[in-house]
């Protein structure tokens, strides 16, 4: 598989000079199937932070045809669905599945509160295309050719899941809001690796992972419901993952502050790098 990362970035887009090297839009990364004759066009994207207007610049004029997967709806993972060009016409077909949220509402309807005037002008209901919303349909499923395990995992204000994807010869595993100390301090104080998140990433070709933090910020912020770039990368060694993307940059973290965090880890045992916006990783 291919996976293209569209948006980087977490809390809430970041513009400017002093971002342009890792982005500044947020959550969202695109995968297509990388076989022999594909057209590698991306049918598999996980949330859809404003990092979905990048859509287009993969797909050229074509419309979306796939699923989009949201880990929770937070702002930064939901806000690009009205600015998704090449969903919103009238030849896409995009199914959307979100974690239920514990009450009775259908999914469209928990979409709808972020979504509908006058937070905004026009609902879900609203975009162009054959559009369908439904819940993650249990932890294992398959989608779009790719099998998708999805765990809960400990975040901060509403359900949160994160999920692992196969397409039968490579595997990755997408956690980009974590918060590990809602379960224990763990090892040096930023966190439990806990079973939900040793099974998501366990051997995997690719962990993406809230790197929100650095682990000197975690006394202080961690209960603002991140981790750290030390936890992902440890969860990621710890795990047999074969390569860490630090994830869900914050916002005020410039390029070269990124830079700086990456490079604690250069002697580990495992590559660790930055998520930058518009690389592709072929897996
Ligand atoms: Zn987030
Ligand atoms: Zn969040």
Not at 92 to 105: C, K, N, Y
Not at 134 to 160: I, L, N, R
Not at 217 to 244: K, M
Request: aromatic content about 8%; hydrophobic content about 40%.
């Amino acid at each position: 598989m291919r996976v293209t990362f569209c948006g980087t970035r977490g809390s809430t887009p970041a513009p400017g000079l002093d971002y342009t090297r890792f982005g500044g839009h947020t959550s969202c990364v695109a995968l297509s199937h990388d076989d022999e004759g594909a057209e590698r066009r991306p049918t598999l994207l996980l949330d859809a932070g404003t990092g979905l207007r990048r859509l287009p610049t993969l797909l050229g004029d074509l419309p979306f045809r796939g699923t989009v997967l949201l880990t929770h709806l937070h702002w930064d993972h939901v806000q690009g669905l009205p600015f998704f060009r090449s969903g919103d016409r009238d030849d896409a077909r995009v199914t959307v599945l979100l974690p239920d949220q514990g009450d009775d509402a259908d999914a469209e309807v928990v979409l709808e509160r972020m979504m509908s005037p006058p937070f905004f002008p026009i609902a879900p209901s609203g975009l162009r295309g054959e559009w369908q919303f439904g819940f993650v349909p249990g932890d294992a499923f398959a989608t779009e050719g790719f099998s998708v395990v999805a765990v809960d995992v400990p975040h901060k204000g509403g359900h949160t899941v994160g999920f692992r994807i196969s397409d039968g010869r490579s595997s990755m595993a997408y956690v980009p809001d974590h918060c590990p100390t809602a379960l224990g301090p763990g090892p040096g104080g930023i966190g439990e690796y806990h079973e939900g998140a040793l099974r998501l990433a366990d051997g995997v070709d690719l962990l993406i992972h809230d790197a929100h933090l650095r682990a000197e910020e975690v006394e202080a912020e961690g209960s603002f419901g991140h981790a750290a770039a030390e936890y992902a990368a440890r969860l990621g060694v710890t795990a047999g993952a074969r390569q860490v993307a630090l994830f869900h940059h914050r916002p005020e973290r410039s390029d070269a502050e990124v830079e700086r965090t990456v490079c604690r880890f250069a002697e580990g045992p495992v590559r660790v790098f930055g998520a930058a916006e518009t690389l592709t990783v072929a897996l």
